[in-house]
């Protein structure tokens, strides 16, 4: 993905976290949302969950995702109970069902984005035809063994095979 791009920056950030700080981070960021909806339930903050979902749809999978998404679902709707006179349970059922629904669609929807973008990268990294890593990821691989090896004082060897005639048995 391209790093200049927002959208690019921030999936680069993502996939620095570990998933106990994208968990902390989500269950955070859903505690302020929720906080905020019950402190002024008139305001509407239901839609900041969607960032939330997202994120954990992208950061933590799928499964994540849905958990996030339901979970958001109900917290969208506890303001509105509080707020005014008890609904009919008929509309409440339906309120939570289309808080769900529009939710774990969204999960849903990023968590198959990140499908696609994992193996996207995972082919932009490799030969089609041999499986192998391409030239420039083996570079960059190399470079960084290089360089831990030099950190840490180890030895390190790189064995290259140059077969004669490998492309006729391979084709």
Not at 85 to 102: K, M, S, Y
Not at 137 to 155: E, L, M, P, S, W
Request: glycine share 8%.
């Amino acid at each position: 993905m391209n790093s200049h791009l927002p959208v690019g920056r921030l999936a680069g950030f993502l996939e620095t976290l570990s998933r106990e700080t994208t968990w902390l981070a989500i269950v955070i960021a859903t505690g302020i949302v929720a906080a905020l909806d019950h402190a002024a339930p008139a305001v509407g903050f239901a839609p900041l969950y969607m960032p939330i979902i997202c994120g954990a749809a992208w950061g933590l999978g799928a499964g994540e995702g849905y958990f996030v998404a339901v979970t958001a679902a109900f917290l969208a709707v506890l303001p509105g109970l509080q707020a005014g006179p008890p609904a009919q349970t008929e509309i409440l059922a339906l309120r939570v069902a289309i808080g769900i629904g529009a939710f774990l669609f969204l999960a849903a929807t990023i968590a198959s984005f990140r499908r696609s973008y994992d193996r996207e990268l995972f082919h932009a990294h490799r030969d089609r035809m041999t499986g192998t890593l391409n030239k420039e990821v083996f570079q960059k691989r190399c470079a960084n063994a290089i360089r831990d090896a030099a950190h840490t004082g180890q030895a390190l060897l790189l064995a290259i095979l140059d077969l004669d005639d490998f492309k006729a048995v391979n084709n």
